[in-house]
């Protein structure tokens, strides 16, 4: 991930992707974390809220990194991400199950249906909330949980809701 063409596009490609979870992780009892953060930038927020040894950072410049045998789908590091980064991934019953930050007002609540959107921000598909956490304090950042087809969990990273 060093060649950093990601900053110039502004979406990061396949190729500059971390290593994936292995399927049997992706179909386990819990959702496992994936951190998409390819900047060697100090910020460590996920790295000191992980209780479980799942995030590995040699120092506070390097992109963390899931160690994805440690990740019991708490969801502790996704809460605190300043960029967005975090994904809960998870497969269960042949469908996809992506969660992640959501920073629109309505907040999304369980049963909307929702465009999926891919890192370029094109639409990908339909899903559906399945989970909705209200933000905490004075939090703007809602986390929601989208049932989608299992083949997108690797390219739904963001939603917006269903205008009909």
């Not at 290593?19 to 900047?39: D, F, M």
């Not at 790295?47 to 019991?72: G, Q, R, T």
Request: charged share 30%.
């Amino acid at each position: 991930m060093s060649d950093m063409k990601y900053l110039e596009r502004g979406y990061i490609e396949n190729d500059e992707l971390p290593p994936l979870p292995s399927e049997e992780r992706l179909t386990g009892k819990r959702p496992v974390a994936y951190i998409e953060c390819p900047q060697p930038i100090p910020c460590s927020p996920c790295l000191e809220s992980c209780k479980y040894d799942a995030i590995k950072m040699e120092n506070i410049n390097d992109p963390p990194e899931v160690i994805y045998e440690n990740c019991i789908g708490c969801m502790a590091c996704i809460r605190v991400c300043p960029g967005l980064a975090i994904f809960m991934l998870h497969i269960k019953d042949d469908k996809g199950y992506v969660t992640l930050q959501y920073e629109f007002i309505p907040w999304l609540k369980k049963g909307d249906r929702v465009k999926l959107l891919n890192r370029k921000g094109e639409e990908v598909g339909e899903g559906v909330v399945t989970w909705a956490l209200a933000p905490e304090r004075n939090d703007r950042t809602q986390l929601v949980t989208v049932e989608i087809p299992k083949d997108l969990i690797f390219e739904v990273r963001a939603v917006k809701r269903w205008e009909q």
